[in-house]
């Protein structure tokens, strides 16, 4: 399969693609020429790589003639449905939701993160204008303290690169 390169959001937007967030634990854009261009290259790609009984099992039917009845038969010449039909089966979303989505993701001034022993610590700039965490614990006696022992980058962007397998953003939606 060939995986999402989040880059491309805006062209996927453009176009009206979609996103498939969970193809066996990837994430998937069907409407890119790049990647999948429609629905009929991903399904190929999909079949030829998991086979079609998979692809039956992520479906809502009980058998391959059932969806070949349902799906190809009666959509032959309606390729909506068939993309319908792979939202459904893989999480989907439009490339403007999944867009907001990777915003969500981002660090920015203030936010306040969390580890996974749920610890808090938010995002602050230093005297040195230097992006850092600061403790955020109320139990903490150290709250609201830099310290050194926290990273620091000059970019927002590395602080988080280094720092996101153990800190995560707490979104609210």
């Not at 498939?20 to 999948?36: F, K, M, R, W």
Request: glycine share 4%.
């Amino acid at each position: 399969m060939k995986k999402f390169n989040e880059n491309h959001i805006d062209e996927l937007i453009e176009t009206g693609g979609v996103v498939l967030q969970n193809v066996h634990g990837q994430t998937v854009a069907v409407g890119l020429d790049s990647e999948y261009p429609d629905a009929a290259s991903f399904l190929a790609d999909y079949i030829e790589e998991f086979g079609i009984n998979d692809l039956v099992k992520k479906s809502r039917y009980k058998t391959l003639q059932a969806m070949i009845d349902d799906t190809v038969i009666n959509a032959w010449c309606n390729h909506s449905a068939i993309a319908t039909m792979l939202f459904r089966m893989f999480d989907g979303l439009s490339a403007d939701d999944y867009a907001k989505k990777l915003v969500k993701k981002e660090w920015h001034l203030g936010d306040i993160l969390e580890d996974d022993e749920g610890h808090k610590a938010m995002i602050v700039q230093d005297n040195d204008y230097d992006y850092v965490l600061m403790d955020v614990d109320f139990k903490n006696k150290n709250a609201f303290k830099i310290y050194s022992h926290f990273d620091y980058s000059a970019e927002l962007s590395t602080l988080q690169a280094t720092n996101s397998r153990c800190w995560h953003k707490i979104v609210e939606d």
